[in-house]
Structure formats: C-alpha cells, structure tokens
C-alpha cells in the first residue's frame, strides 16, 4: 500500500499546481449506473469486460468520477495521467481507486506507473468477448510498464514493417476480497506478484490488406500461500531472480519450492496472436486467431486449436451497422485429459491437463474474482463455497456483437453468446453445462446537450452454469474539458 500513496502524492503533486496555471486541457467525466433485476447474478453481459466495476450481487449501482490527460501521440515528450473514484452500492468495496496512472512518452518509448483500464490487443473492445490474455474484464492491476505501447517502423525495412511491445511488473492488492470470499479451510495467496510481456509485428505499406502476428505472455509468481488445512504454507520468492526467472521462463532452484523445481516459477499463460485484415476508404474487415497456451505443450500446438478464433467489420460511418463481430471460443482440448510429470519408477512424460487459468498453489488468472482474460471461462466469482479458483475452463463458446446508428444521436448495441462448460480435466461436470446471455443497449447523445450521454440496457441469461439471470441498467454520464490549455 505505501506504493499507492507515493504514487497518489506524486500524481496529485503534478496535477494540482497544472491547474492553477492552466498549462494544459483536462477532462473530466462523472457518470452513475443503476443496474435492478432479479436473479442470483448480474447478467453476464452487463458484468463482464467492464474493467471490474460492475457487481456480481444483482441491483446494484455505482458513481464514478475521474479526470484525465492523454499523452501527445504527435508531440517528441510528453505525458498523461488520471484519477478515477467509484462509490458502489451492493458491491465489495463501497469506495475505491478504480485508476491512478501516470504516462510519459519520448519518441517512440512509453512508461506507465499505477492503476490503469486498458483492453485487447487485437479484438474489438466494445464487440469482442474479450482477449485470452487481457481483456478489460477485471480491475486493473497495479503495475509499471514500459516499452513501445504504438505501432513504429522498424528501420531498413522500407516502412514495411512495425513493431510495438510493452513489458510490465506489479502486484495484486485482493487481500480484503479473498478474507470476504474464501471459505476457512480454501487456498489463498497474499502479496502475489504480477508480469506481463506482449510482442507484435506489423506488415503494411499502404496497401489494401495488411497482417499482424505477435506473442503476449502472462505470469503469476512470488506470494505466500497458505494451503488447506493439514498442508503445510509455501513461500515463494519475491527477490530480483525471481523477477528475471519470469522475463524468461526458468526452472528454480534449491531454495524454491518443489513446484518450481520441476517446472518453471511462476504460473505462466499466454498467446500467439495473428490477424489478417482488408482496409478501404470507408470500411475494413479482418479475420483473427489468438492460440492460447497454458504450458509449453500449448505452445508446440498440442493442445490443437485451441484459443479464440473471430472476425469483424467496420466502417466510420454512421450506418445502422457500423461494426459487425463473429467469435469461436474453445478451450475444450487442453493439450489431453491428465498430466503426468515423469518420475525414476516412470519415466514418461504426459503433459496433458493443462486446467487453463488455473494452478496447483495459486487461485489461478484471476483478480478481485474476475477472470483477467476471456469471460466465457467462468469467473470464480460466480463460486458460492468460498472457492476462489477456477471451476469451468473447459468451454466451448459462439458470440457475435454488433452496433450501429438508429438516428444521429442514437446509438445502439447487441451483445449475444452461448457457452457450454465441461468444468476442469480434474474436476468434471457430471452434466454438460449450458448458458445463453443477450444484451441491447442504447446509448442517447443529444447535440443540444454536448457531453452528456444517456445510457438505456437490457439483458438476461437462461441457462445450468450460472442461472437465469435478468437485468435492466440505466445510466448518465457527463465529460467535458475543465480547463483550457492558455495560449
């Protein structure tokens, strides 16, 4: 926590004497959200890739207000910050900092430091169900990250070639969220550490189609974790090793815990992203792949095709459909059905059962009971037996979402999935879940009334996974410019 209050006193430091000279525009923006249904939950797509903010516990609410300076993508220096408070009704926590960032930027390179929302990599944010890696469905998670966050050209290639790529380090602050959720005999973890690192490669040169191919990688390490009862409490290390045994994924040695003597430290996760899209004028279209891999059998293709598969329209004018999305979900093959780690009596490795998001000593992909990447593998949130890990990643998911312009002002969304769950290669369900979730959404923006947006939404679930859930939000925003940049 001294963390986050150096960073708040540095961040409000540079705000406060900003504002009384004037040195540059910020924006504000202050919304509420209402949310009155009935069922066990939130409907599913109510909830999900909102960054967190919006409850499991149906009816509930919340008032969020934040300011904001973006960064100067055509300046050589520049920097950004921004401060976001929610006050929640029906929710964990009744107050919190949503988002407290500061960026910097100089050519080409960037440096982030805090909390901050940020979304997919390559999926559509507002269509998509959401990346395998990152998606914008949990809070975000303290960190700091450096490296090159937009496309640049790489030298000697004619322009032909851009690459950007981001590293990050931070930690999870769920210590208040899993003593309210865990059961008194559950696993947890307290001071778990996080890392990040993405790579992506740009191939166009104003030419109609283009491709992208990259690689994101995630990893959980460091951390206490006090184990079900008669278990004894592992200790893992936190050091600048361990820091490095992450960045490249290393076994650990003497003084680590067993776990990461036969594999690697740290609980790792990731995907090869590739896309390939079509651009014109007025509209563009692409196809998508996101292989996901839990362990390096996934990564040598043996857990199939498994990952996310989709495609999208788009076009920037205001049409009654302005963006179109397909998605597949599958994370039914897991590289086999067990695992099998070879021993002197056995010599044979089996590496199947790759319990996707999950993990023998940690709670697995999860932050504040959100899953921190695709929604569709259930988050432990929805648990009621105080069991904070994953019980359904063996999924199989259809989505499609669409939007447009009924009139100007008139904005609208449809969201819709169906999923089915297996649970885990561990744990089965012994009936093969099954849940369907909707949503349409409005969005009103009067001209006459400049920044502020209405917001009008329904949506329900119907299904054994998590329920039949229904829901209906209403919500008011405001944003503007606070202060105008002096000349």
């Not at 937009?150 to 690459?163: D, G, K, M, S």
């Not at 007025?282 to 196809?287: E, G, H, L, P, V």
Request: aromatic residues 16%; contains cysteine.
């Amino acid at each position: 926590m001294n963390t986050i209050r150096i960073l708040t006193f540095i961040i409000i430091s540079t705000i406060i004497p900003q504002l009384i000279f004037g040195q540059f525009p910020l924006t504000y923006n202050i919304e509420t959200n209402i949310i009155s249904g009935n069922g066990n939950y939130t409907p599913f797509y109510l909830m999900n890739n909102q960054h967190g903010q919006v409850s499991f516990n149906p009816n509930n609410g919340y008032l969020r207000a934040g300011i904001h300076k973006d960064i100067d993508i055509n300046q050589r220096f520049s920097y950004g910050f921004g401060l976001d408070i929610i006050g929640a009704y029906n929710n964990d926590s009744p107050i919190y900092l949503q988002q407290i960032y500061g960026d910097l930027k100089y050519r080409c390179l960037g440096l982030s430091i805090g909390t901050k929302e940020t979304g997919n990599l390559i999926q559509n944010d507002q269509l998509s169900s959401g990346s395998m890696i990152w998606s914008g469905n949990s809070r975000p998670i303290p960190q700091i990250s450096i490296g090159i966050p937009r496309f640049v050209n790489i030298p000697l290639t004619n322009e032909w070639v851009q690459i950007k790529g981001e590293i990050s380090y931070g930690a999870f602050f769920e210590k208040k969220y899993q003593d309210k959720h865990r059961h008194d005999n559950s696993m947890y973890t307290n001071k778990l550490l996080y890392h990040r690192k993405y790579l992506m490669l740009k191939f166009e040169k104003d030419k109609p189609f283009y491709g992208i191919i990259g690689i994101d990688m995630a990893a959980q390490f460091g951390g206490t974790t006090y184990n079900y009862p008669g278990e004894p409490i592992i200790k893992f290390r936190s050091d600048l090793k361990a820091f490095l045994q992450v960045f490249i994924p290393m076994s650990g040695g003497a003084n680590d815990p067993g776990i990461d003597q036969v594999n690697i430290v740290g609980n790792h996760l990731g995907s090869y992203l590739m896309e390939f899209g079509y651009k014109q004028k007025d509209w563009r279209s692409k196809i998508y792949y996101e292989h996901f891999f839990d362990d390096h059998s996934g990564m040598i293709f043996k857990n199939k095709f498994d990952g996310l598969w989709g495609l999208e329209f788009s076009t920037h004018h205001q049409w009654p459909i302005t963006g179109f999305v397909f998605e597949v979900m599958n994370s039914t093959n897991q590289s086999g059905p067990f695992l099998w780690d070879k021993t002197d009596e056995i010599p044979i490795q089996v590496s199947g059962g790759d319990y996707y998001y999950g993990h023998v000593c940690y709670n697995g992909w999860t932050h504040q009971g959100h899953t921190i990447g695709n929604p569709f593998i259930t988050s432990p949130g929805y648990n009621t037996d105080g069991y904070l890990g994953f019980k359904s990643s063996r999924v199989r998911a259809f989505h499609v979402g669409f939007n447009g312009y009924v009139i100007p002002e008139l904005k609208y969304r449809v969201l819709a999935g169906h999923q089915r769950g297996w649970g885990t290669p561990f744990v089965p369900f012994t009936h093969i879940a099954h849940e369907f979730s909707t949503l349409i959404d409005f969005d009103y923006q009067p001209k006459k009334l400049k920044g502020w947006n209405f917001n009008l939404a329904g949506a329900f679930d119907k299904g054994s996974l998590f329920g039949n859930n229904w829901g209906i939000q209403i919500g008011i925003r405001k944003e503007g410019i606070l202060f105008q940049k002096k000349q």
